[in-house]
């Protein structure tokens, strides 16, 4: 049976809150604060914790790979990162988190047997994964399986969430559109207010001379508003993003692709009814156009 096309987008729904939970829960917060980080804000150990399998990440690598990030923001936290602890010491940090967090969202949920299920599954779509050509992916494929299922479970959503990511990465270059282009067009069509993206970094004379480039391309009107070859321009990224991240579950197949996300419908539900996520994320999750290839 033919991989239905919404299933790749759908499955990034059921599996980003598992594994963005991450930089938002307080246990996360309380490992970085015991390696040395700064916990006034969540961007140095946002960076530490993303770019960690990477190694000892340089500022250019870091900006590379964390697209939509403004260069002279990535260089305020990295490579200080570094400094604070090294890549191995975070890692180990990564995992006691995500330990810690899941251990208490999902106490007497992590023995039965249709955990053990959801576990294989997301390990079996994780290891079809092919990497080639998404570092993200690849470094954190590399890492080692952790013993734990709940930990080897967040590995493999991780390697499936970065693969999505690397993928959209080529998705926009592929439309043209450069780093605060990429925000740019995707507030414009509605996926998330142009205020959330604040934390990425961009000044308000960077994120206008995006908006003016996009003005001069057709994707925006005079006042700003996306026009019909803007939205078309942005649904043609999504398209790209979802069939470059079909891999995983063209291989896991549709039945065990459906099992997988039925399987996890009460651990998202679980991270979301929590409140650690933002009420609206930068990821469009809600109000991104349903794919159409």
Same mark, same amino acid.
């Given at each position: 049976m033919?991989?239905?096309? +919404?299933?790749?987008?759908?499955?990034?729904?059921?599996? @980003?809150?598992?594994?963005?939970?991450?930089?938002?829960?307080? @246990?996360?917060?309380?490992?970085?604060?015991?390696?040395?980080?700064?916990?006034?804000?969540?961007?140095?150990?946002?960076?530490?914790?993303?770019?960690?399998?990477?190694?000892? +990440?340089?500022? @250019?690598?870091?900006?590379?790979?964390?697209?939509?990030?403004?260069?002279?923001?990535?260089?305020?936290?990295?490579?200080?990162?570094?400094?604070? +602890?090294?890549?191995?010491?975070?890692?180990?940090?990564?995992?006691?988190?995500?330990?810690?967090?899941?251990? #208490?969202?999902?106490?007497?949920?992590?023995a039965?047997a249709?955990f053990? @299920?959801?576990?294989?599954?997301?390990?079996?779509?994780?290891?079809?994964?092919?990497?080639?050509g998404?570092?993200?992916?690849?470094?954190?494929?590399?890492?080692?399986?952790?013993?734990?299922?709940?930990?080897?479970?967040?590995?493999?959503?991780?390697?499936?969430?970065e693969?999505?990511?690397?993928?959209?990465?080529?998705a926009?270059?592929?439309? *043209?559109?450069?780093?605060?282009?990429?925000?740019?067009?995707?507030?414009?069509?509605?996926?998330?207010?142009?205020?959330?993206? *604040? *934390?990425?970094?961009?000044?308000?004379?960077?994120?206008? /001379? /995006?908006?003016?480039?996009?003005?001069?391309?057709?994707?925006?009107?005079?006042e700003?508003?996306?026009?019909?070859? #803007?939205?078309?321009?942005?649904?043609?990224?999504?398209?790209?993003?979802?069939?470059?991240?079909?891999?995983?579950?063209?291989?896991?197949?549709?039945?065990?692709?459906?099992?997988?996300?039925?399987?996890?419908?009460?651990?998202?539900?679980?991270?979301?009814?929590?409140?650690?996520?933002?009420?609206?994320?930068?990821?469009?999750?809600?109000?991104?156009?349903?794919?159409?290839?």
């Amino acid at each position: 049976m033919p991989l239905d096309r +919404a299933l790749p987008r759908r499955a990034w729904h059921h599996l @980003e809150p598992m594994h963005a939970v991450l930089y938002f829960a307080p @246990e996360a917060a309380a490992e970085a604060g015991t390696l040395g980080y700064d916990l006034d804000e969540r961007w140095p150990r946002y960076f530490a914790w993303r770019t960690a399998p990477l190694g000892a +990440a340089s500022t @250019e690598l870091a900006t590379a790979v964390c697209y939509s990030f403004s260069p002279a923001a990535v260089a305020r936290y990295v490579p200080q990162a570094w400094v604070v +602890a090294d890549p191995a010491k975070v890692l180990a940090a990564r995992l006691r988190s995500v330990d810690a967090i899941y251990r #208490g969202l999902f106490d007497g949920q992590l023995a039965t047997a249709e955990f053990t @299920e959801l576990v294989g599954l997301a390990r079996l779509a994780a290891e079809a994964a092919v990497t080639a050509g998404r570092p993200l992916a690849a470094a954190n494929a590399a890492l080692p399986w952790p013993d734990e299922p709940h930990l080897a479970l967040w590995q493999a959503l991780t390697v499936l969430r970065e693969h999505r990511g690397d993928g959209h990465l080529t998705a926009l270059l592929a439309g *043209g559109l450069d780093p605060c282009e990429s925000l740019v067009s995707f507030a414009a069509v509605g996926a998330a207010p142009a205020e959330n993206f *604040g *934390g990425r970094g961009w000044t308000d004379e960077e994120w206008s /001379a /995006a908006r003016d480039r996009l003005a001069a391309r057709g994707w925006l009107d005079t006042e700003g508003q996306v026009t019909e070859a #803007g939205r078309a321009g942005r649904n043609e990224v999504e398209r790209l993003t979802d069939q470059l991240a079909a891999g995983p579950w063209e291989a896991l197949g549709t039945e065990r692709s459906e099992r997988f996300m039925e399987l996890m419908v009460p651990f998202f539900l679980g991270v979301i009814q929590a409140g650690l996520l933002p009420m609206q994320s930068t990821l469009g999750i809600t109000t991104v156009p349903a794919p159409t290839w």
